[in-house]
Structures are given as structure tokens and as C-alpha cells.
């Protein structure tokens, strides 16, 4: 669906087992809520494979703001969705899972602005 931030895509399947997954295209500069129906008794969502505990209400679990990117949440704990071409081709990239981000300093080099990080306003 396009938007004036960009494109939003959304794909959903249920697993043999009832579960649900859906993956969810973020655009850039943009913020998401998404809830997700769920069975009685769930207590635990998966975001991009990560355990989030949630309060359903009315047989709905909100799950924790998603930011831009390509995420996906699942009621149950498995990774099939994450491997799913059907339900990531709504993606522009593939999703960072839990444990998979990048590291922020790949070079290892370190911080060459020290002195200014109690004035973030001078860092380039």
C-alpha cells in the first residue's frame, strides 16, 4: 500500500499448527503498532525472533512498535516465516532477527569524535 512515506507491504499465513505469522514492510521514516489475534492463553509474541511478552485483550496481542524495516511477528516460536519467500517478498530487504543485528562498528576502529559525545550536536 503506498503511503507519502512509502510503500507499507503486509503478508500473513497460519502454520499446521493454527499459528500465525505476518511479516510487515516499514517504510523509512515511519513507525508501525500492529496486533496480531492470537489463541486464550498466549502470553508471548515473536518479533523478528525475539520473545516480547504481551497482554492480549479480546483475543488480540499488541505487539511493540516496529520501527522502518522489514519485520516478522509470530505467535508461536519458529523460524519458517523467516524463510518464506511468499510471505518476505512484501520486503525491500530481508528482516534483522533477534541475535543477527549488525554491529554498529564493523571496522573496529574507535570513536574518532571522544571528546564530543556530551555535545552530540558537533559529531559529523
Known amino acids: 500500500m503506498p503511503t507519502v512515506r512509502g510503500t507499507i507491504g503486509v503478508a500473513f499465513a497460519r502454520g499446521p499448527s493454527g499459528a500465525l505469522d505476518l511479516v510487515i514492510q516499514v517504510p ?7 496486533s496480531l489475534p492470537v489463541p486464550d492463553g498466549t502470553t508471548t509474541l515473536y518479533v523478528d525472533a525475539a520473545p516480547v511478552l504481551v497482554e492480549p485483550r479480546d483475543g488480540v496481542a499488541p ?8 519485520h516478522v511477528l509470530s505467535s508461536e516460536a519458529n523460524r519458517a516465516a523467516h524463510q518464506d519467500e511468499t510471505l518476505l517478498g512484501v520486503c525491500s530487504s530481508p528482516p534483522i532477527l533477534a541475535g543477527d543485528e549488525p554491529d554498529p562498528n564493523p571496522s573496529g576502529h574507535p570513536d ?6 556530551a555535545l552530540p550536536w558537533l559529531r559529523p
Open 28 to 34: 523509512g521514516n515511519a513507525r508501525a503498532r500492529v
Open 63 to 70: 505487539a511493540p512498535e516496529l520501527g522502518a524495516g522489514c
Open 112 to 117: 574518532p569524535w571522544p571528546a564530543c559525545s
